[in-house]
């Protein structure tokens, strides 16, 4: 049943950057042997297997699921963040979207907000922090309410579950010409402006985030639409839209005053 | 046997055992909870959730995770749900049937106390997440929408699309990262234990590595917790992420943790079939897909036509066949061991032959598309992206991997390991699932140890321990230094010729080969020959590029290889020891005539503890006996 497997050779230009404060630069290897039921990153483990065994220092790149859901994969792709597929992540991409001959860039997400660590691994702490300042229901452990009490009617809760699909990866940032993290911050916003529970804080959440995004080095949302296009989670620019009224209904509604926002206890 | 293994079990009927037990356990004066430090290791849901809630406590707590955020832990890809005895479908659920299902199905080797506290929380647990904001599914009244799923006649499973891990563990990072805001958690990503110090007797602290620079730096506390996850990459080819690994709880064993049931391996029936040579990981497709799905194979031997080409009549679905009460649905293990059977009798599919048709045709034909696109479109499109098949037009081909791992670190009834100070959850610990864990239990158990026991137990320790003053100026943070650091030159000493890699598919091969779904007294010795002779090679002869002094996964990888490398050994002697079969351990000695797996209760109605005997030396074996009061064991029968 074993019906002969086509092979092809590729070509990788990588970036290869020793650490953070160091220059960096394209390195390309040749891929041999390549079949199309490979993904991209077996044919990335191909190549690091080689240099291995050759003494040479693997290429870095970061991954873990490999499946498109934990958001560790970070690769610009022929200057595409995660490259070519709609609706995908870099670990999604198989090698069947090439041909023999071609030769393909692979560099790392680029963004002020996200620093090089080596080669294309880079550093997102930032989301980290910008999650930290607002996204979440203060709720502590033991404390909730019987869960069918509070009904949410189905298409808020389908609509905050598209929201929610957010994987952190991201990309949004690496594709906006202004490194905006508006779609990663708008994606968190209307999740709970959706939902009953994120009632209760919907004004300090969107102001602490907004705030903490602008601390980070993010740039501003200017309706440019590339965050939408390579969101491998298709989360859409209408939470943009969402996250602007919840930012502007806080301003004018909430009896919090921006910036002074109670960050729970962070500037302590 | 030399260690102790008192479960301590509190007494009294076991509906009753929890209530009694948190009454009993002493508290921690609320203006004394910021004196007391604790390390979390990992932010899976156990971790997430135990750091989020101690921290809630007023507990100073330091959580440490190998992603570069504590949102990738692994929890993030479970796919199908979480169970709870909500009873919403009003179709005969109860906390007593949660607790009796998971006995059973975990072919009677769990803890009743264990399990029935863990049916128990289910519910909070539920309530907590949807507060936190947790999208789950819901009816078009609003409220919760269930599922059942794999081995269960009720529907008490709860799901978020086919996302339900990564919402779980997003509603557990999101608490963390609140308490991270208000600076009562520490979070230190990128962060691998690399140690686990232990003064006194009892765990004080840990050395990590610093992925990015390879430093290495020690932390002191009153208590550690590991919640680092399962072992299924000893296999190296399974559904777990690639920084999965054993680290964490082998240290802890070679420090005097009892390591339990290592043989206790779960085998999941559907996931992608391996496509080649190259296959660096194995990715699930979820279980709750068995609820619409119809699993079948051609009756013939070899038939290769097209699946759309083999009329109803020349089709088997053999699960319908062989289990008709539970079909498709049943456990695991025994939908796994069906399509092994399958396959060795030449009626495999696809390619390789390796792999069995999971069919919606009916499904979507009932149904309508759009139904089957809202219950598992982002499954679908999974495997449209891996396989460039479309589901909706033609079966899907699965193949069993390994997914998950029922062993791990013995803990009694707090949570606590044979060390005292060193607890261990989700996961990683042994406790809940017996032989055999049912579908959407772990994301349960993970959260109800991180939510709702440690918060208690936690307390209770240190409420009724007297801990002297330890921090990492004591001497033996900077032997366990010293020891971590001597284990990377060594390392990158070898120069050898092979990469770690290659060692890790060798080893798990011969793992699936002679432990995987079917295990018997050759294959085993075999293994337990060839392990000992892979890993001396591996020491003589692997090549790690790079520095310890800077980010390095060749490195990394090396170290989590060389601990499955002892591992494995463990793993396989456990399997040889259990001369039973008993949910996912199936000894070919032992089975009935219908092929089935076959119990030993008389010989084997234990947990099997492994005690570290030092290096080069066999470990010893213990055992907790396990008395059942209130389920009674029978032979497991799904037919
Ligand atoms: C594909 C897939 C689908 C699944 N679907 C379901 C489902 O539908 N329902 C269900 O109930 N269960 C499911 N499971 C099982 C379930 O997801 C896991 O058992 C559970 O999430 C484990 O959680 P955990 O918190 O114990 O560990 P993990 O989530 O694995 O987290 C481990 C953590 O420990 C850290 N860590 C490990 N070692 C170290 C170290 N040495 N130093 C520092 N940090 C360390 C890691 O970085 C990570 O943060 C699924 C599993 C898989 C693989
Ligand atoms: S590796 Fe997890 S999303 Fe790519």
Same mark, same amino acid.
């Given at each position: 049943?074993?019906?002969?497997?086509?092979?092809?050779?590729?070509?990788?230009?990588?970036?290869?950057?020793?650490?953070?404060?160091?220059?960096?630069?394209?390195?390309?290897?040749?891929?041999?042997?390549?079949?199309?039921?490979?993904?991209?990153?077996?044919?990335?483990?191909?190549?690091?297997?080689?240099?291995?065994?050759?003494?040479?220092?693997?290429?870095?790149?970061?991954?873990? !699921?490999?499946?498109?859901?934990?958001?560790?994969?970070?690769?610009?792709?022929?200057?595409?963040?995660?490259?070519?597929?709609?609706?995908?992540?870099?670990?999604?991409?198989?090698?069947?979207?090439?041909?023999?001959?071609?030769?393909?860039?692979?560099?790392?997400?680029?963004?002020?907000?996200?620093?090089?660590?080596?080669?294309?691994?880079?550093?997102?702490?930032?989301?980290?922090?910008?999650?930290?300042?607002?996204?979440?229901?203060?709720?502590?452990?033991?404390?909730?309410?019987?869960?069918?009490?509070?009904?949410?009617?189905?298409?808020?809760?389908?609509?905050?579950?598209?929201?929610?699909?957010?994987?952190?990866?991201?990309?949004?940032?690496?594709?906006?010409?202004?490194?905006?993290?508006?779609?990663?911050?708008?994606?968190?916003?209307? $999740?709970?402006?959706?939902?009953?529970?994120?009632?209760?804080?919907?004004?300090?959440?969107?102001?602490?985030?907004?705030?903490?995004?602008?601390?980070?080095?993010?740039?501003?949302?200017?309706?440019?639409?590339? !965050?939408?296009?390579?969101?491998?989670?298709?989360?859409?620019?209408?939470?943009?839209?969402?996250?602007?009224?919840?930012?502007?209904?806080?301003?004018?509604?909430?009896?919090?005053?921006?910036?002074?926002?109670?960050?729970?206890?962070?500037?302590? | 046997?030399?260690?102790?293994?008192?479960?301590?079990?509190?007494?009294?009927?076991?509906?009753?055992?929890?209530?009694?037990?948190?009454?009993?356990?002493?508290?921690?004066?609320?203006?004394?909870?910021?004196?007391?430090?604790?390390?979390?290791?990992?932010?899976?849901?156990?971790?997430?959730?135990?750091?989020?809630?101690?921290?809630?406590?007023?507990?100073?707590?330091?959580?440490?995770?190998?992603?570069?955020?504590?949102?990738?832990?692994? +929890?993030?890809?479970? $796919?199908?749900?979480?169970?709870?005895?909500?009873?919403?479908?009003?179709?005969?659920?109860?906390?007593?049937?949660?607790?009796?299902?998971?006995?059973?199905?975990?072919?009677?080797?769990?803890?009743?106390?264990?399990?029935?506290?863990?049916?128990?929380?289910?519910?909070?647990?539920? @309530?907590?997440?949807?507060?936190?904001?947790?999208?789950?599914?819901?009816?078009?009244?609003?409220?919760?929408?269930?599922? +059942?799923?794999?081995?269960?006649?009720?529907?008490?499973?709860?799901?978020?699309?086919?996302?339900?891990?990564? $919402?779980?563990?997003?509603?557990?990072?999101?608490?963390?990262?609140?308490?991270?805001?208000?600076?009562?958690? $520490?979070?230190?990503?990128?962060?691998?234990?690399?140690?686990?110090?232990?003064? @006194?007797?009892?765990?004080?602290?840990?050395?990590?590595?610093?992925?990015?620079?390879?430093?290495?730096? +020690?932390?002191?506390?009153?208590?550690?917790?590991?919640?680092?996850?399962?072992?299924?990459?000893?296999?190296?080819?399974?559904?777990?992420?690639?920084? !999965?690994?054993?680290?964490?709880?082998?240290?802890?064993?070679?420090?005097?943790?009892?390591?339990?049931?290592?043989?206790?391996?779960?085998?999941?029936?559907?996931?992608?079939?391996?496509?080649?040579?190259?296959?660096?990981?194995?990715?699930?497709?979820?279980?709750?897909?068995?609820? #619409?799905?119809?699993?079948?194979?051609?009756?013939?031997?070899?038939?290769?036509?097209?699946?759309?080409?083999?009329?109803?009549?020349?089709?088997?679905?053999?699960?319908?066949?062989?289990?008709?009460?539970?079909?498709?649905?049943?456990?695991?293990?025994?939908?796994?061991?069906?399509?092994?059977?399958?396959? #060795?009798?030449?009626?495999?599919?696809?390619?390789?032959?390796?792999?069995?048709?999971?069919?919606?045709?009916?499904?979507?034909?009932?149904?309508?598309?759009?139904?089957?696109?809202?219950?598992?479109?982002?499954?679908?499109?999974?495997?449209?992206?891996?396989?460039?098949?479309?589901?909706?037009?033609?079966?899907?081909?699965?193949?069993?991997?390994?997914?998950?791992?029922?062993?791990?670190?013995?803990?009694?009834?707090?949570?606590?390991?044979?060390?005292?100070?060193?607890?261990?959850?989700?996961?990683?610990?042994?406790?809940?699932?017996?032989?055999?864990?049912?579908?959407?239990?772990?994301?349960?158990?993970?959260?109800?140890?991180?939510?709702?026991?440690?918060?208690?137990?936690?307390?209770?320790?240190?409420?009724?321990?007297?801990?002297?003053?330890?921090?990492?100026?004591?001497?033996?943070?900077?032997?366990?230094?010293?020891?971590?650091?001597?284990?990377?030159?060594?390392?990158?000493?070898?120069?050898?010729?092979?990469?770690?890699?290659?060692?890790?598919?060798?080893?798990?091969?011969?793992?699936?080969?002679? !432990?995987?779904?079917?295990?018997?007294?050759?294959?085993?010795?075999?293994?337990?020959?060839?392990?000992?002779?892979?890993?001396?090679?591996?020491?003589?002869?692997?090549?790690?590029?790079?520095?310890?002094?800077?980010?390095?996964?060749?490195?990394?990888?090396?170290?989590?290889?060389?601990?499955?490398?002892?591992?494995?050994?463990?793993?396989?002697? @456990?399997?040889?020891?259990?001369?039973?079969?008993?949910?996912?351990?199936?000894?070919?000695?032992?089975?009935?005539?219908?092929?089935?797996?076959?119990?030993? #209760?008389?010989?084997?109605?234990?947990?099997?503890?492994?005690?570290?005997?030092?290096?080069?030396?066999?470990?010893?074996?213990?055992?907790?006996?396990?008395?059942?009061?209130?389920?009674?064991?029978?032979?497991?029968?799904?037919?």
């Amino acid at each position: 049943m074993n019906a002969q497997e086509k092979t092809m050779d590729v070509t990788l230009r990588v970036w290869r950057q020793k650490g953070p404060d160091q220059p960096g630069r394209f390195v390309s290897y040749a891929a041999k042997g390549v079949t199309p039921e490979m993904s991209f990153f077996e044919a990335l483990d191909t190549i690091n297997e080689g240099l291995v065994a050759k003494g040479e220092d693997a290429i870095a790149f970061d991954h873990d !699921c490999r499946e498109g859901i934990c958001g560790t994969c970070c690769l610009t792709i022929e200057g595409q963040p995660h490259g070519p597929d709609q609706a995908a992540t870099g670990c999604q991409l198989h090698m069947r979207a090439y041909k023999d001959g071609d030769a393909i860039t692979i560099e790392p997400f680029r963004a002020r907000a996200f620093p090089v660590i080596k080669d294309l691994v880079v550093d997102r702490s930032a989301l980290d922090r910008v999650m930290a300042s607002g996204g979440f229901v203060s709720v502590n452990t033991g404390s909730a309410g019987e869960a069918n009490a509070i009904l949410v009617p189905k298409d808020k809760a389908e609509a905050a579950m598209d929201a929610a699909a957010c994987i952190g990866c991201g990309a949004c940032v690496a594709a906006c010409p202004n490194a905006s993290a508006m779609l990663f911050v708008s994606a968190k916003v209307s $999740q709970f402006a959706l939902l009953p529970q994120g009632g209760p804080e919907r004004d300090r959440r969107v102001l602490a985030m907004q705030r903490q995004m602008d601390l980070e080095g993010f740039g501003n949302c200017s309706n440019e639409g590339e !965050c939408e296009a390579v969101c491998p989670k298709e989360v859409k620019l209408a939470n943009i839209a969402r996250l602007n009224r919840e930012y502007i209904r806080a301003m004018f509604w909430s009896h919090e005053v921006h910036p002074k926002v109670d960050l729970e206890g962070q500037e302590e | 046997m030399s260690l102790k293994l008192d479960a301590g079990i509190p007494d009294g009927p076991v509906d009753k055992k929890w209530d009694k037990h948190r009454f009993a356990l002493k508290l921690v004066n609320p203006a004394n909870k910021r004196k007391f430090d604790v390390i979390v290791v990992g932010t899976g849901l156990a971790g997430a959730s135990a750091a989020a809630s101690l921290a809630e406590l007023g507990y100073n707590v330091k959580v440490f995770c190998i992603q570069d955020s504590p949102r990738r832990a692994h +929890s993030i890809a479970a $796919q199908g749900g979480i169970n709870a005895a909500k009873n919403y479908p009003n179709d005969g659920d109860s906390v007593w049937r949660l607790f009796y299902d998971t006995v059973k199905g975990g072919d009677y080797r769990a803890r009743e106390a264990n399990v029935y506290r863990l049916a128990q929380v289910s519910n909070a647990i539920i @309530d907590q997440c949807v507060a936190q904001g947790v999208p789950f599914a819901r009816d078009y009244g609003g409220a919760l929408d269930n599922r +059942s799923f794999g081995g269960a006649q009720v529907s008490r499973t709860f799901f978020a699309r086919g996302q339900t891990g990564q $919402q779980l563990l997003l509603g557990a990072y999101s608490a963390l990262m609140r308490q991270a805001g208000k600076k009562q958690v $520490q979070v230190f990503p990128r962060r691998e234990m690399v140690e686990l110090v232990v003064v @006194d007797g009892a765990a004080r602290g840990i050395v990590t590595r610093d992925l990015t620079t390879g430093r290495l730096e +020690s932390h002191a506390a009153h208590a550690v917790l590991l919640c680092t996850g399962g072992y299924g990459n000893a296999f190296y080819l399974s559904t777990n992420a690639n920084s !999965c690994n054993v680290g964490a709880a082998w240290l802890a064993y070679k420090k005097g943790a009892g390591f339990a049931n290592p043989c206790f391996t779960q085998i999941h029936p559907t996931c992608i079939p391996q496509s080649g040579e190259h296959q660096a990981k194995l990715t699930l497709m979820s279980e709750s897909l068995r609820n #619409d799905g119809r699993v079948w194979v051609p009756k013939k031997k070899g038939d290769n036509r097209a699946p759309g080409q083999i009329p109803e009549a020349e089709r088997d679905y053999y699960l319908e066949r062989k289990y008709p009460t539970f079909g498709n649905l049943v456990p695991r293990d025994v939908a796994s061991r069906a399509a092994k059977q399958m396959i #060795d009798e030449g009626r495999g599919v696809g390619r390789t032959g390796l792999a069995v048709y999971l069919d919606f045709a009916d499904a979507i034909k009932r149904q309508g598309q759009a139904k089957i696109t809202e219950k598992y479109g982002n499954l679908f499109d999974m495997y449209h992206h891996l396989t460039a098949e479309d589901p909706y037009r033609a079966p899907m081909r699965i193949y069993p991997a390994v997914h998950y791992t029922m062993g791990g670190l013995w803990v009694d009834y707090n949570l606590m390991t044979t060390i005292p100070g060193l607890f261990c959850l989700g996961e990683a610990n042994f406790s809940d699932h017996g032989a055999n864990r049912l579908g959407a239990s772990a994301l349960m158990q993970g959260l109800a140890d991180g939510y709702f026991i440690i918060p208690y137990t936690l307390g209770g320790f240190f409420a009724s321990s007297k801990l002297a003053k330890v921090d990492t100026s004591h001497p033996a943070f900077k032997e366990a230094e010293q020891s971590a650091a001597g284990r990377t030159q060594r390392l990158l000493s070898i120069k050898g010729k092979r990469t770690p890699v290659s060692f890790h598919k060798e080893l798990g091969t011969l793992m699936w080969n002679n !432990c995987g779904m079917g295990r018997s007294e050759t294959g085993l010795k075999e293994a337990l020959a060839k392990i000992p002779a892979i890993r001396e090679e591996f020491w003589k002869n692997v090549v790690v590029t790079g520095s310890g002094a800077e980010f390095n996964q060749t490195l990394e990888r090396a170290a989590r290889v060389a601990d499955y490398l002892e591992f494995s050994e463990l793993l396989v002697r @456990d399997a040889l020891e259990r001369r039973e079969s008993c949910g996912g351990h199936f000894r070919e000695e032992s089975q009935t005539p219908e092929g089935e797996a076959k119990r030993d #209760d008389a010989n084997f109605s234990h947990a099997t503890v492994w005690e570290h005997a030092g290096e080069g030396k066999p470990p010893i074996e213990n055992r907790e006996k396990l008395e059942f009061k209130d389920v009674v064991p029978s032979q497991r029968s799904y037919a």
